[in-house]
């Protein structure tokens, strides 16, 4: 259903289908937090560096504006299958639906190195109590996701760093359609999380994938083109018990694949994310038997096991 009039803060998305700073009107809502507060699209702008030396193509370039601000903005949203679904088409390589409709992701390669800019958004803050207010982030990328739950919280917390094209202020957002999402969003109890094959109990997790999204604003005001950098990816999980064997894998830099599933593969409301690791900086209680329970991870990619994202909405 659409939202019904009334006097608050909406936000929505439209998806570009034409060249890249083509603005358009929101064509479905976000689930913003409401611990996340109301953010400003304009408050999350950061300076992009001058460049001034050439030679070096994705590090370099002295066509680069000196001083011009890339438009940014942070989504403090809770996480859901369509929400991934939307904005990992941006930097990950999307395969067809297979035949029971299950769609998996996988890092660019070769010379894909541009988001798809039928990918791009429109991002609208709608303001109720003033149209003059309305605010929009046209030409949105994801730059980087974060998805965090605990058994305290329950609802996975999904937030999207988002850097953009353009940045326009007192829009009027009026005829946009912001529909809120009609598929639940993920709970932390549904989750099954693996070490390898193995399914544990996960009390807590977070994990970040940041893909290193830059703008490039080619003697231009607005940036002209994207191109995503080196991944990383890290963060930690806490299970109810770490032994000998997790601080020999530390100690031996073992690679291992962690598995974060919610629902099953061939129905809708599949999520299922496989990220090889490598566990990094843990604690040892005094008998170096053990580690503290929280144990950081960060991205290590092997012969056997890339990133990989499967989904079905």
């Known amino acids: 259903m659409t939202l019904k009039a009334g006097k608050g803060i909406y936000y929505g998305y439209g998806i570009q289908a034409a060249a890249i700073g083509t603005g358009v009107a929101a064509s479905a809502g976000f689930r913003v937090r409401k611990e996340g507060s109301i953010p400003n699209l304009k408050s999350g ?6 460049r001034i030396l050439r030679g070096k193509w994705g590090n370099y370039g002295a066509d680069v504006k000196t001083g011009r601000k890339n438009p940014a903005w942070s989504l403090p949203g809770i996480a859901r299958v369509g929400l991934m679904d939307l904005i990992l088409p941006q930097v990950m390589d999307e395969a067809a639906p297979d035949g029971d409709g299950n769609i998996a992701f996988t890092l660019f390669s ?39 739950g605990s058994s305290d919280s329950q609802k996975v917390n999904c937030d999207i760093e988002f850097i953009g094209v353009d940045f326009q202020k007192a829009q009027d957002g009026s005829g946009g359609t912001y ?10 109890s549904g989750l099954t999380f693996k070490i390898g094959a193995s399914a544990i109990a996960n009390a807590e997790f977070d994990l970040t994938l940041d893909f290193g999204t830059t703008g490039f604003h080619d003697n231009s005001l607005t940036p002209q083109e994207f ?14 018990w770490i032994d000998d064997d997790v601080l020999g894998d530390f100690l031996l830099s073992t690679e291992n694949t962690l598995t974060f599933l919610w629902g099953l593969a061939d129905a809708s409301g599949y999520l299922e994310i496989i990220v090889p690791v490598k566990y990094t900086e843990p604690d040892k209680t005094i008998n170096d ?16 096991q890339e990133l990989v994202i499967n989904l079905q909405v």
């Open 45 to 50: 702008m950061e300076p992009s560096e001058a």
């Open 110 to 148: 070769g010379t894909d190195v541009q988001p798809p800019t039928t990918s791009h958004l429109s991002i609208w803050q709608r303001n109720e109590n003033s149209a003059s207010q309305d605010e929009r982030l046209i030409g949105a990328v994801a730059k980087s996701i974060k998805l965090s």
């Open 179 to 188: 529909t809120p999402p009609t598929e639940t969003w993920l709970l932390h």
């Open 227 to 240: 191109l995503l950098g080196d991944l990383k990816v890290e963060g930690s999980v806490r299970t109810p």
């Open 289 to 304: 038997f053990r580690l503290d329970q929280t144990i950081p991870i960060q991205y290590e990619e092997g012969a056997a």
